[in-house]
């Protein structure tokens, strides 16, 4: 899958699209999915034009991985998920059901959430 510079969170970072921003800083973004799948559900995304995790892990430089790792950590608490628990998900590629071409972690929280995948 390539790099789309129309996909939505490019839209978003270049203030096109609005979001419900959580926080941010120099190279991350943190904002509310507008399809929530849990009671909290957040999205955090580098500004760089990554594609994918494997994309990022690559690509990024030391001070974006740590970034976005510490604001995922940062809205948990932000929303209060981080004490009761949490799910992280990063879908990569066409098999996981990577909608956007644009690296990008959920936070998923709220509630129970049950198993890991459906069988």
Known sequence: MAYDPDNVFARILRGEIPC????????????????????THALVIPKGAYVDHNDFAARATDAEIASLERMVG??????????????????????????????????????????????
């Open 20 to 39: 419900k921003k959580i926080c941010e800083d120099t190279v991350t973004l943190a904002f509310h999915d507008i399809n929530p799948k849990a009671p």
């Open 74 to 119: 940062k809205v948990a608490d932000m929303l209060g998920v981080s004490e009761g628990g949490y799910r992280l998900i990063s879908n990569c590629g066409g098999n996981a059901h990577q909608d956007v071409p644009h690296y990008h972690v959920h936070i998923l929280g709220g509630r129970a959430l049950g198993p890991m995948l459906a069988k």
